[in-house]
């Protein structure tokens, strides 16, 4: 069973930047997997995470959601199976709680559907204030 853990995220002012991480452990697929995050905001089940920004750790096409398109960026560090994601230009929508996905990477694109992954992460809260 893949696990993910995050780490970093907290509080910051608008137009500050925060760096989330997620540590892959137990992924043994060969094929690779589709790495990322989703955010999900108070009183939304997490089918209605909203797509952040996922990435093939087999190498491949990153995706964004198109509210965060241009201001975050997601990186991965393939000999610590850890991904990174960049958050620039914080706006006071972005306050949720970042949850760190997996699932197996089968399609020629990876899903930006909270509901086609697998594997979720405990979460991680960004506050942004203005």
């Known amino acids: 069973q893949v696990r993910l853990e995050e780490s970093g995220g907290g509080s910051a002012q608008a137009g500050d930047s925060l760096r989330l991480s997620c540590e892959m452990s137990r992924a043994r697929r060969s094929g690779g997997y589709c790495l990322g995050w989703f955010r999900q905001v108070l009183g939304k089940g997490r089918q209605g995470a909203e797509a952040?920004?996922?990435?093939?750790?087999?190498?491949?096409?990153?995706r964004y959601g198109d509210s965060v398109k241009g201001r975050f960026t997601i990186s991965l560090d393939k000999i610590k199976s850890t991904a990174f994601l960049q958050l620039a230009g914080l706006k006071s929508e972005d306050k949720a709680t970042y949850y760190c996905v997996a699932t197996e990477f089968r399609d020629r694109l990876c899903s930006l559907q909270s509901r086609d992954y697998k594997y979720w992460g405990e979460g991680t809260q960004v506050t942004v204030s203005s």
């Open positions: 952040v920004a996922v990435l093939v750790t087999s190498g491949g096409t990153t």
